[in-house]
């Protein structure tokens, strides 16, 4: 056993029982760190990128302290409070607690909107261990005094950058003002802007401070690319795209982005018309469908999810082999979010970005944020060179676009066969670890 392995971490028997048998044998980066500063009750301030292990590096410190200290909980109050942005991250919140508690006794319930507040209600009524939210239902529920925060001993705000950017940071502080003092609080996000480091000062007591370094947790594992195309050969050279994925021997999932919930609507209804089993996932869907839709995905009925970023943090499918940025993103930190939705536990994984000519803006702040370019593949036979020559000139302020190693194709690309080309790709870290739960 060495320093840097579960078993050498002092966590209680049934914690370490799942682990092994997970098969979880060495901690993540922000494991590793965030771990033995939880365990001695520290505040912690988070900085780590989505994939990278966060759910267990405080679910586990909790549960641990959960077994270690039972003690009898009062009627709609909770020892834990977990509060995260999305229904869907609660849901994987949850899950990663039941899983990693399987040997432990406790109590859990999700709070959040879009399905019937009763049976939430009810399974306050007698207290819980841990309670996972979304800030808006949370809110409605502490209003109705169905829900009392009086008693939490440990607070998580998960996915801060986030819950800022979908508005809840009025939310998020009224529910920091009816906590206790006495706590322990937890704050991960993956970028610490400074309207984040000063939510962070306003909720953490003396915190320890842990930093996973973007490049260390992303580019290794995942091959991203860019391709440059004009917007009307975005759809054949997605096509192009999935009918590589339907022919691959594994991770035959398909994530696909888009900007608008009408965008992703009308892309999942026009691929399910030319063959690829499609479905949409987004806001303005019902829990229920949401659900429905992230279920046949796993189970890879419809092997396509075509989603907005709001709706898809939190998806976590081990099985994505492939993540397709058919808009890019507005907001550059949402790319490290959105391509970590493949290459999850460990695994490899893809992502191509279809860049057309309104975007290059957005790809250049990408770029800024992840400290890197993003690799480009021209082997396909709907790329434009001026488009890539202007993207290098913009972002060097002059010259001539250098030759891509994958060659330029100006017809007659890999049209078949998913055009592979890893030549410009980052390496890869085969590192064995844990599951990003």
């Not at 641990?64 to 991250?89: D, M």
């Not at 434009?384 to 302020?397: M, S, V």
Request: hydrophobic share 35%; glycine share 10%.
């Amino acid at each position: 056993m060495t320093p840097n392995e579960f078993a050498a971490l002092p966590l209680a028997a049934p914690l370490q029982q799942v682990l092994r048998e997970l098969n979880y044998t060495t901690p993540s980066p922000v494991q590793l760190q965030a771990i033995p500063i939880l365990l001695e009750g520290r505040d912690l301030l988070a900085c780590a990128q989505t994939g990278t292990g966060k759910t267990a590096s405080f679910a586990l410190p909790i549960l641990h302290a959960i077994h270690e200290r039972p003690k009898q909980i009062k009627p709609r109050c909770c020892r834990t409070l977990v509060l995260a942005p999305t229904r869907e991250l609660a849901g994987q919140v949850g899950k990663s607690f039941t899983t990693y508690g399987a040997n432990i006794r406790f109590k859990q319930t999700l709070i959040y909107g879009g399905v019937g507040q009763n049976p939430q209600v009810s399974a306050m009524r007698g207290g819980v261990d841990v309670l996972v939210a979304t800030p808006g239902r949370l809110i409605d529920l502490i209003e109705q005094r169905a829900v009392d925060l009086s008693g939490v001993e440990f607070f998580v705000l998960d996915e801060v950058d986030r819950m800022l950017d979908m508005g809840f940071a009025r939310d998020v502080k009224r529910i920091v003002s009816l906590l206790p003092s006495n706590r322990q609080s937890l704050f991960f996000s993956a970028t610490l802007a400074p309207s984040i480091v000063d939510l962070a000062q306003t909720i953490l007591r003396n915190p320890a401070r842990v930093t996973i370094d973007p490049g260390t947790t992303t580019a290794e594992r995942i091959e991203h690319q860019v391709c440059f195309v004009d917007r009307e050969s975005k759809r054949p050279l997605l096509e192009q795209l999935l009918r590589g994925q339907a022919e691959a021997t594994s991770g035959k999932l398909t994530i696909v982005f888009s900007r608008t919930k009408h965008g992703a609507n009308k892309l999942a209804k026009s691929l399910c018309l030319s063959g690829f089993p499609a479905d949409a996932i987004h806001g303005n869907k019902s829990q229920a469908q949401r659900e429905k839709a992230l279920e046949k995905f796993k189970k890879g009925l419809t092997p396509v999810l075509v989603a907005t970023d709001v709706a898809a943090r939190g998806v976590d499918v081990k099985d994505v082999g492939l993540v397709v940025n058919f808009d890019l993103p507005n907001e550059p930190e949402a790319y490290v979010h959105r391509i970590g939705r493949t290459g999850r536990a460990g695994a490899e994984g893809r992502a191509v970005s279809l860049c057309a000519d309104d975007e290059l803006e957005y790809l250049r702040e990408i770029e800024k944020v992840i400290k890197m370019p993003v690799p480009r593949w021209d082997d396909h036979e709907w790329h434009l060179e001026a488009l890539a020559d202007r993207h290098l000139r913009i972002k060097t302020g002059g010259g001539k676009a250098p030759q891509s190693q994958g060659g330029r194709r100006q017809g007659g690309g890999n049209r078949g066969g998913g055009g592979r080309d890893y030549s410009n790709a980052s390496g890869r870290n085969n590192r064995r670890g844990p599951a990003s739960r």
